[in-house]
C-alpha cells in the first residue's frame, strides 16, 4: 500500500488541506473503519478494484466519484482488488463553497458526486482515467474545483463568517464563549448553530469533540505518552471522558485501538 499527499495550489490552498494519492496491489479482500475526521472528501476511483461501505445491515458498493459527507460514528469498509484513488481532502468549512446543498445532508453517507453535481462529475472521472502522470491529475482537479469555486463566489460572506467561527470555537467550546462568538458577529446562538449546520453538518459541540478525537487519535499512534496524560492534553475532563468519547468514535478504547491498528491506520499516522 502507498499514501501520497500533494499541496494545493496558492488560489486553492483556502479551501483544500491536501489531494492524496491511495494505491493498494493486493487483490485479497480488506476490511477496515473509517473515523471521523471534521473533513468532508470527494474521492475519484481510478482502479479496477471495488469499494463498499456498511450501510444498514449490510456492505453497499460505493460510486466510481464518491462524496464524503461528516463521518460521525464508525463507518465499516471493505476493499477487493487493486485501487487507485484520488481524493480531495477539503477543510471543515471549504465543501460547502463548491456545493449547493446543506452539507448536513451528507452526514455518514458516501454519495454518488454524479447526483450531487451533474454529469461533470462522470466528464472529470473520464479525463482523470484518460490522463498518466500524478501532477496532471492534480491539475485537472485544479481546474475543476476553480471553476466550481468561481460559479459559487456569492457565498463567499457567509462561509468566511462560519471559518472564523470554527477558529473561535478551537480555542474554547464553552457555552459562554459560543454566546460571546455569535454576539460578536450579531447573531443569535441558535442562529449560529444552524449557519455552522448548513455550511459543515457539524455543531459546535460536534465540531468540538471531533477535533479533540483527532488531536487524541495521532498522540495515540505515537505510543509514546499514558492515556490520562493525552486526555488532559486533549482537554477532557479527565480519563474516563476521554475513553467514552473515543469508543463513541472508533467503537475502541484507546488500548484496543492500538493492538488493532490497521495497514491504512499506520500509512496515515505513520
Known amino acids: 500500500m502507498e499514501f501520497k499527499q500533494f499541496v494545493p495550489s496558492d488560489t486553492l490552498k483556502p479551501y483544500i488541506r491536501h489531494y492524496y494519492i491511495f494505491k493498494s496491489d493486493v487483490d485479497s479482500v480488506f476490511e477496515d473503519v473509517v473515523f471521523p475526521s471534521g473533513d468532508m472528501e470527494v474521492i475519484f ?3 479496477n478494484g471495488s469499494w463498499e461501505s456498511f450501510v444498514g445491515d449490510r456492505f453497499k458498493k460505493t460510486p466510481k466519484v464518491e462524496l464524503w459527507g461528516q463521518i460521525t460514528k464508525p463507518l465499516s469498509i471493505r476493499s477487493t482488488g487493486k485501487h487507485t484513488m484520488l481524493g480531495i481532502k ?4 471549504s465543501a460547502s463553497y463548491f456545493f449547493n446543498e446543506q452539507m448536513g445532508l451528507f452526514n455518514d453517507c458516501i454519495t454518488d458526486l454524479q ?27 485544479e481546474a475543476f474545483l476553480l471553476k466550481r469555486l468561481i460559479s459559487h463566489e456569492k457565498k463567499s460572506f457567509h462561509i468566511t463568517k462560519v471559518a472564523d467561527i470554527l477558529n473561535s470555537i478551537l480555542k474554547d467550546a464553552s457555552v459562554s464563549n459560543i454566546t460571546t462568538i455569535a454576539s460578536r458577529h450579531n447573531i443569535t446562538t441558535r442562529y449560529l448553530q ?11 459541540k460536534s465540531y468540538d469533540k471531533i477535533n479533540r478525537f483527532q488531536q487524541s487519535l495521532k498522540m495515540i499512534s505515537k505510543n509514546d505518552q499514558p492515556f490520562t496524560a493525552i486526555a488532559y492534553a486533549c482537554g477532557y475532563f479527565d480519563q474516563s471522558h476521554f475513553i467514552r468519547d473515543f469508543k463513541s468514535f472508533t467503537g475502541l478504547t484507546p488500548s484496543s485501538y492500538l493492538d488493532n491498528l490497521t495497514p491504512v491506520n499506520q500509512l496515515l499516522f505513520p
Open 45 to 47: 476511483n481510478l482502479g
Open 90 to 93: 477539503f477543510y471543515t468549512h
Open 115 to 141: 447526483a450531487v453535481i451533474g454529469g461533470s462529475a462522470n466528464t472529470i472521472h473520464q479525463k482523470l482515467l484518460e490522463t498518466e502522470g500524478e501532477q496532471n491529475r492534480i491539475d485537472l482537479l
Open 194 to 204: 444552524r449557519l455552522l449546520q448548513q455550511h459543515t453538518g457539524l455543531s459546535p
